[in-house]
């Protein structure tokens, strides 16, 4: 038999992300546009990956219950065929028949033959004759903890769960957890930007709640418009919006300032600031480490008519060739991403705790040499899009610490209240500082975290 198209390029991604660590929202429109499908198996395509890597946790929970054995002792190939079965299972209008039948295909073509198809076969049939919720009930009283039982349930590594509720009760919001896990599950919204200056909101679009430059359409690909702006309206989460306006509009631009990028990659708060500078008569220079990321950033910035040089360097080697060169540099630092897991869902079982000492090392070297950077006066903008305690306050805590007299916090939240259009939830932090949190439960934007250092 043959394996329906969409079916069929939702397992080639699964198994690139599990296989060679890609990233589906890169590969995933390469593999519909290959595949020739239209705009409806584009759509199913697409929730058949994004679905089923969001709720991967739970699925190999049910998988391994209904294998009798855990999932690192079923063949990768098998095990994805099997993932996207139990997602047709148990979270889609597909009928049975076609999700165990297509699925055991599948794990037939790839993963050994008859043998494998058998097992395929017997395990998806298992769990196909009970319903959602009782499967709920059972991984869920399996559990050997709390924190355990809302991971396999919510589909959340326990060290994310235990980070997010930290990162919560540091506002005192800790009884946000589960609408906070909620909409980690839920695709978001498309959030669109016209860069200011350059283009305008489109008249039947939507306006977003906050960033002035945010909007939502009314749905359908988003293409045509960027194509028919030259790129000069986009995609672009509001959060990362919200950001990079945080630290082009902190304080009144001097016309002749000089900004840096100094993570640049991907490029689309590099865009926004390029729109920012042109407007204000500053230069805007870019750094991105990855050769191939780099490329992105001058793509991305080839759309606003401003010189924007873009370097590939080490981003605290670059800070450290220009001493206060630039009146306001953004450190949109390398971190875990576990912020952005509605768009990027792979990310939650690719990162561990073993990463952050790392991460937050690298991110704490990249803010200091920004700052050495900064001309007196100038202002650097900590971004990263995950609000564990230990990449935002903790990295935080310790650059003020290092820096001393030198340096001023500025009020990040104030800050962007004042970038919003509509009043912002935007609650204290129990440690005392001013950093901004976003979140997709109440902000429907990426969990960002903004605070805003100034060289005095």
């Not at 040089?309 to 971190?335: K, N, Q, T, W």
Request: proline share 5%.
């Amino acid at each position: 038999m043959s394996v329906q198209g969409a079916r069929a390029v939702a397992y080639e991604v699964l198994r690139a992300v599990s296989d060679d660590g890609a990233y589906a929202n890169l590969l995933l429109p390469h593999a519909i546009v290959r595949a020739g499908l239209d705009a409806k198996d584009a759509g199913l395509a697409t929730e058949l990956t994004y679905g089923t890597l969001r709720r991967r946790g739970t699925y190999d929970a049910i998988i391994a219950v209904a294998a009798d054995r855990t999932v690192d002792r079923i063949a990768p190939a098998v095990l994805d065929a099997l993932r996207l079965g139990v997602h047709q299972l148990l979270s889609t209008r597909v009928a049975s028949h076609a999700a165990v039948n297509e699925s055991v295909e599948l794990a037939r073509r790839n993963g050994g033959g008859k043998g494998a198809a058998g097992f395929a076969n017997a395990v998806l049939r298992r769990i196909s004759r009970d319903n959602p919720g009782e499967w709920m009930q059972r991984i869920a009283a399996a559990a050997r903890s709390d924190d355990e039982r809302i991971g396999v349930t919510t589909s959340h590594p326990v060290w994310i769960v235990r980070a997010l509720r930290r990162a919560l009760t540091a506002e005192g919001r800790a009884d946000e957890l589960d609408g906070l896990l909620e909409a980690d599950n839920v695709a978001p919204r498309v959030a669109m930007i016209a860069l200011p200056g350059l283009a305008e909101v489109p008249d039947d679009a939507t306006p977003a709640r906050y960033a002035p430059s945010a909007f939502t359409t009314r749905g359908g690909d988003p293409e045509h418009l960027i194509r028919a702006s030259d790129g000069r309206i986009r995609v672009q989460d509001e959060g990362s919006q919200l950001a990079a306006l945080a630290l082009s509009r902190a304080m009144p631009i001097r016309a002749g300032e000089r900004w840096l990028d100094l993570c640049a990659g991907p490029g689309g708060k590099t865009a926004l600031l390029a729109a920012e500078a042109l407007a204000a008569g500053a230069h805007l220079d870019a750094n991105e480490i990855a050769p191939a990321r780099a490329g992105l950033v001058r793509h991305a910035v080839a759309s606003v008519p401003l010189d924007v040089e873009v370097s590939e360097e080490d981003g605290r080697e670059r800070a450290a060739h220009s001493p206060e060169a630039y009146d306001r540099i953004l450190v949109d630092a390398p971190c875990t991403g576990i912020g952005a897991l509605r768009r990027r869902p792979e990310a939650r079982w690719r990162k561990t705790p073993a990463d952050v000492p790392d991460l937050t090392a690298l991110q704490r070297e990249l803010v200091l040499a920004a700052f050495e950077a900064l001309t007196p006066g100038g202002v650097v903008a900590y971004v990263t899009c995950s609000p564990h305690l230990a990449e935002t306050s903790g990295v935080l805590a310790e650059v003020r610490r290092e820096l001393g007299d030198r340096v001023e916090e500025l009020d990040a939240r104030a800050i962007v209240r004042s970038v919003s259009v509509d009043d912002i939830d935007l609650p204290a932090q129990a440690d005392g500082s001013l950093r901004a949190q976003l979140w997709p439960h109440r902000h429907g934007t990426d969990a960002m975290s903004i605070a805003l250092l100034r060289k005095r």
